[in-house]
């Protein structure tokens, strides 16, 4: 972008440079050096559309890439959540099982504690 302005600055100033020192009238400079800035003007102007084209690209890219790193951030996490999940699940579902291992065998130990008692007696 730099090189492209520099360019421009150079043909512009040799142009001015040529007009002012050929001979010609005041009026006639006048009109030739507004003839030239028109025409430089609109070489201005496609140059600018260009740039802001080529930065609107950019940023077409940079939130494209952007979405895509969101995108896999995502799956990602919901795929370690998922895991977490699945492990936090085991885990209560052990529990419980533990939980009940031992409830039974409470009971058992009192069946068989009333067993005894009953035998004792009779």
Request: aromatic letters at 4%; glycine letters at 6%.
């Amino acid at each position: 972008m730099r090189s492209t302005r520099d360019f421009l600055t150079g043909i512009i100033t040799g142009i001015v440079i040529g007009i002012l020192t050929a001979p010609r009238s005041g009026k006639e400079t006048r009109d030739k050096l507004t003839e030239e800035a028109s025409k430089h003007t609109g070489d201005l102007k496609d140059q600018w559309e260009k740039g802001v084209s080529q930065v609107k690209d950019g940023l077409e890219q940079a939130k494209s890439q952007v979405n895509q790193y969101t995108d896999k951030a995502k799956d990602q996490y919901n795929q370690y959540k998922d895991q977490a999940q699945s492990a936090l699940n085991k885990d209560k579902v052990k529990d419980q099982y533990n939980d009940k291992v031992d409830e039974l065998a409470d009971n058992a130990k009192s069946g068989i504690e009333d067993a005894q008692s009953s035998v004792k007696m009779n």
